[in-house]
């Protein structure tokens, strides 16, 4: 029984680095990772975060996958004509020194043809692919469907990080 308790315990160890905020590759750390739960047939969903550069020269975001989804984009909204419009980006800057917020209403990772609805309290594992950094997995907390910022506050205070770069 011991045995299997060390080993449980082991495997959790292991596995909170991925469900943590604070995630780290190369420069770049990702924190407030976060989507609104969907409706049980909703064909999309979105991912959030704020990503930071710590190093001395500008990275970009420039692909996403989940496998959750058929497809996975990287997005903004923009106002067309009096209509706020969605549109796919190459790339989402990530200067040093100047955080990169993905949030509802602007920048954020769309999820394209869900294969399942994103529920509340689950976590949803993305990989997110930066230019010069590479690749890193990272889990999103799923929150309430209207939800509009991170469940938590690790001293963002909801506040504006500045405008997000985009490319």
């Known amino acids: 029984m011991k045995k299997l308790a060390f080993g449980l315990l082991a495997a959790i160890a292991l596995a909170l680095p991925a469900y943590a905020d604070g995630m780290k590759v190369g420069d770049i750390s990702i924190d407030d990772v976060w989507s609104r739960a969907t409706a049980p047939r909703a064909p999309a969903g ?3 975060m704020v990503l930071s550069n710590t190093g001395a020269e500008m990275d970009r975001l420039v692909a996403a996958a989940a496998p959750i989804a058929e497809k996975v ?3 903004t909204h923009s106002m067309v004509d009096g209509v706020m419009k ?3 980006v190459e790339a989402i800057e990530v200067a040093p020194g100047e955080p990169s917020v993905l949030q509802p209403g602007g920048l954020h990772v769309m999820l394209i043809g869900l294969k399942q609805p994103l529920n509340e309290g689950e976590m949803v594992p993305v ?3 930066f230019e010069k950094a590479g690749d890193v997995e990272i889990m999103s907390h799923v929150q309430a469907a209207g939800a509009m910022e991170a ?3 690790h001293g963002h205070g909801g ?3 500045g405008a997000p770069k985009t490319n």
């Open 73 to 75: 984009e990287l997005h």
């Open 151 to 153: 469940g938590h506050d």
């Open 127 to 129: 990989t997110l692919t």
């Open 159 to 161: 506040h504006d990080h």
């Open 46 to 48: 979105a991912v959030y």
């Open 86 to 88: 969605m549109r796919q």
